[in-house]
Structure formats: C-alpha cells, structure tokens
Nanobody
Framework: EVQLVESGGGLVQAGGSLRLSCAAS????????IAWFRQAPGKEREGVSCISNIDGATVYGAYVKGRFTISSENAKNTVYLQMNNLKPEDTAVYYCAAVGGPCRPDYYDYWGQGTQVTVSS
C-alpha cells in the first residue's frame, strides 16, 4: 500500500521555523521525485519545492526560494522541508506528493493528506 504521511506542521510566529517531514512507503523511493505543495483557503494549489531521488535535482517556488530547503534521506524514505523566516502568507495546508522519475510541475502519482502550517503575525 502506497502511503505518504506528512508531519511537523503547527503554529509558529512570523520569523520562526518549522521542519516538515514526508514519510513514504509502498513504492520504490529512490526512483521517484517528491514534491511539496501548499493550498490556502480560497487559493489555488501552489508548488513549493521538489527533489528528485534519482539525481538530487531540486526546484523551488519563487516565493520560498532562499527561505525553504528541501532534502531527502533515502535510508529513511523521508523527504524534509526546512522552512525558515516564516511569514503569515506561508499559512496553508502543506502536502507532499510523489511521481516516478524527475520532478514535474503538474502530474503526481501519489498524495499525502496534508499538514497544517499556521504562521501568526
């Protein structure tokens, strides 16, 4: 059974940090790309970052580059999103998603249930 389980969300003050985790199981982790998306109420889903477990290539959304860092620990089948200098506009449900092969902007095979990140002013 394929599972993607997000954790690490919560309430944080502006300027603070959180580290999200995405624990994967049920598929061949090292030939997949894992991405983070976010969606705030009334807003479109937005790509945050992605990492390819094939070659380590990473991509970042323009609004988070320089503040967020994605990394992968293959031995644990886990991808992390380190979020620093958080802003209220980062408030959203954060989802991880997986696709075979390299990172894609549009299509992912599997999705987690999401974890809420709330940044207070």
């Amino acid at each position: 059974e394929v599972q993607l389980v997000e954790s690490g969300g919560g309430l944080v003050q502006a300027g603070g940090s959180l580290r999200l985790s995405c624990a994967a199981s049920g598929f061949t982790f090292d030939v997949y790309a894992i991405a983070w998306f976010r969606q705030a109420p009334g807003k479109e889903r937005e790509g945050v970052s992605c990492i390819s477990n094939i070659d380590g290539a990473t991509v970042y959304g323009a609004y988070v580059k320089g503040r967020f860092t994605i990394s992968s620990e293959n031995a644990k089948n886990t991808v992390y999103l380190q979020m620093n200098n958080l802003k209220p506009e980062d408030t959203a449900v954060y989802y991880c998603a997986a696709v075979g092969g390299p990172c894609r902007p549009d299509y992912y095979d599997y999705w987690g249930q999401g974890t809420q990140v709330t940044v207070s002013s």
